[in-house]
């Protein structure tokens, strides 16, 4: 008689943290990776998000533009306590023994990025692995950038191996910057190209902030609803000259932070005295949507009529339905109605990136960052001798 075949043994289980340019907060989750073929699919276990209290995000948003090297070296493991925090509670969500864990892929923190010289994220690594007694996986933007390459964006692999279609496919992200991945049927790697489109939500919850007293972002999109977009203003803001550059390109905070609300403010008052501040968050969100389309049809000729929005940004309606009229006729869904939340998403990417690194895999894809070549993302921290 025939034994039974033993079932295939369960792929290790991976943490994945990301704290993005929106200092919302950090999202973790806890995710297995199966293969199949060439690509995977996600097995996501937990996803939950320890949001910043105004303190720690005050302190974040302080260190983006100045600060001591006391300052910075404190900040580097308090962030690193923070994220074994959302691990340790991810993790307990998932229920998920840590013997099976392999790894936590942690992303950190981008205070400055400056390609093609340099990048910088912070986040201890050696706190995480002390709290929680597991390997860890960081600073996985680095060795793009040595390379040659913008350190950015790289979520793109993960985005083919793991969301392709059956046919032409953009992923947009809406976090603080936004960002697209353009994805072939099946996700053939060689067709593979990403770049930062612009700002995601940077912009809107910077001129929120600065016109209403304690208010973060623009909750439900109700002040850009509320609010008619000033079109002069945002046409001089797209005259930017990140916006014609070509791929592969990045940006963040260090273009389309405080000082570029300032000067949309600004342009909102100057070619509209009367303009309410609902009339200037409705300018801020235009122009993200605007800059979204504009870099489809300047540097999208794939057919890419598939278009999911993930991030932040995607949960805010204003923004979505702009963004919507906008890339018409394509058909603009959310990352959620196709795979799980969306915020989750890049916290599984960067879990993916550790899981390549381990298997002394390629994390980048060259064609999307403008790296030299294939290269491992990430250094390891181990949890014991």
Excluded at 219 to 241: N, Q
Aim: charged letters at 20%; proline letters at 8%; glycine letters at 10%.
């Amino acid at each position: 008689m025939t034994e039974p075949a033993a079932p295939a043994p369960r792929p290790p289980a991976y943490v994945g943290l990301m704290s993005g340019t929106s200092l919302d907060g950090i999202s973790a989750v806890v995710v297995r990776f199966h293969e199949r073929g060439t690509r995977f699919e996600p097995e996501l276990l937990a996803f939950s998000v320890l949001e910043y209290d105004a303190p720690r995000r005050d302190a974040l948003a302080r260190a983006m533009a100045a600060g001591s090297a006391r300052e910075y070296c404190r900040l580097q493991f308090d962030l690193g306590h923070w994220l074994a925090d959302a691990a340790s509670a991810v993790l307990a969500e998932a229920g998920v023994p840590r013997a099976d864990v392999r790894a936590v892929a942690s992303h950190g923190q981008t205070l400055w990025h400056e390609p093609p010289h340099s990048t910088w994220q912070i986040g201890e690594p050696a706190v995480i692995a002390e709290r929680l007694g597991l390997d860890v996986v960081s600073d996985f933007r680095v060795r793009d950038v040595a390379a040659g390459g913008q350190g950015a964006p790289l979520v793109p692999i993960a985005d083919a191996l793991l969301f392709a279609g059956d046919r032409w496919r953009a992923l947009q992200n809406l976090g603080g910057i936004g960002n697209v991945t353009v994805v072939p049927p099946g996700g053939d790697l060689a067709g593979v190209r990403a770049f930062d489109t612009g700002p995601g939500v940077a912009v809107i919850d910077g001129v929120v902030r600065a016109l209403y007293r304690g208010e973060r972002y623009d909750a439900e999109g109700h002040h850009a609803l509320a609010g008619t977009p000033i079109a002069p203003a945002v046409d001089a803001l797209l005259d930017d000259p990140y916006f014609a550059l070509e791929p592969p390109k990045s940006t963040g905070r260090e273009l389309f932070g405080a000082a570029y609300t300032d000067r949309l403010i600004a342009l909102c008052r100057e070619a509209n005295p009367r303009a309410s501040h609902d009339d200037i968050v409705a300018t801020a969100t235009a122009l993200t949507a605007r800059s979204v389309a504009d870099a489809y049809r300047r540097f999208m000729p794939e057919p890419a009529d598939d278009v999911l929005l993930s991030g932040g940004g995607a949960r805010n309606p204003a923004l979505a339905q702009a963004i919507e009229r906008a890339l018409a006729p394509r058909r603009v869904r959310r990352f959620s109605d196709a795979y799980f939340h969306d915020e989750a998403k890049e916290a599984v990417a960067f879990a993916l990136l550790a899981h390549l690194f381990l298997e002394r895999r390629a994390g980048n894809v060259p064609r999307a960052t403008g790296a030299l070549g294939p290269r491992l993302l990430g250094k390891l921290t181990p949890a014991a001798i």
